[in-house]
């Protein structure tokens, strides 16, 4: 049974707060209540798309779950989605009622997860509630920090002081520290602009072409997936735009996608990835750039939706745009990113009567979430 009708209905009240009509929707539809694909997606977007916790709270006294989490997927629990996205108010309220906030993921040592966004934002109050639930303090996490690592890492004094005056040691001093894997250029150029690496984000999720794959960041200027490889080959550019011969791409993904890369091969994340593949072949299959200082690609003459999963058609290709604005290797060549956006056609054509500028305005009088959302709608 396909719920996604009643998914775009329930996304289309959360965007419009209607959170009584959301009540009916689930008291009408229980066995959409019942799924629990649905009931974890529910819950993760009441825990980002709010500031307060009304719609968690509606969950709750509905039988959602608090540590609910997607199939295939255990990591993306509403303790990490709201701490992920800032939802501070909401993460009190889950920790307050119970939700677990330690666990762990294949066999892994457990560890909190929401304290590395808390330290990150300095919010010690945050890391106060947590560390008095009994957040883990001397296990490295999924990107071999420990949070006192992370604390001295990001010039959080006092709440380095709070930890150390609580237990917590270095990443060194953790039982399960991982010396880091080697780092090509591209990995060394993502560390330096996003921080810590998670090590099983440098497998491939998917092979792709013989040179090309596809690993995950996850940091509080980028979260996504990006290639690695596209730039040992160079674009055919027009005289004087040789600095755009070489490029990779990246792709900003939300809380729609796991943050565990093992569960993207499902279909309704794949996707996504594989578009990522095809695009970084595109230029060389073609004999052509892709331009700057952004370029639009249509999936065909007649723009068809990128999968069974979005309505969009099109994807937005900006260069150098902001924390990913290239580097240039030891020889002088180069490497610029390109962040990669979905949109719809009513949008690519109001592009081309407008232009980008226009098209971006639009975007942020929206509120437009720089993150991949398939069910965004769309703003012509």
Known sequence: MSFQPLRTRFFDMLWQRDDAGIRQLLINNPAFLNDPECRADLMIAASTRREESHLVELLFGVGVELDISPPNNPINRPVNAAASTNRWLILEWLVKHGAHINYEVEGREPHCFPLAPAILAGRLDVVQLLVEAGAVLDVCDRANNTPLSWAIAYGKTEIA??????GAVESEQARNYRQPPPMTPVFRYMEERCGSIIP????PVFPGSASVTVHTV?????????????????????????RYRFAEL???LGEYWPDHPAAWKEE?????????????EYPFEAGLWLGQPYSIVANGDSPAPLSAYTLMTCWLLL?????????????????????????????????????????LELFAKNNVSPYLDPHRKCLI
């Open 161 to 166: 002081d709070y930890l150390r005056s609580k």
């Open 200 to 203: 099983l984000g440098w497998q």
């Open 218 to 242: 996850l940091h509080e200027d980028f979260a996504g997936a990006f290639t690695d490889g596209m730039s040992s080959r160079p674009m055919v550019v027009p005289s004087g735009m040789e």
């Open 250 to 252: 990246a792709m900003p």
């Open 268 to 280: 309704k994340y794949s996707w996504a990835v594989q578009w990522l593949l095809r695009l970084a």
């Open 319 to 359: 260069v150098d745009k902001s924390p990913l604005t290239g580097f240039t290797r030891p020889n002088g060549d180069d490497v610029v990113f390109y962040t990669v956006l979905p949109i719809y056609t009513a949008e690519r054509d109001f592009e081309r009567r407008y232009g980008l500028r226009a098209l």
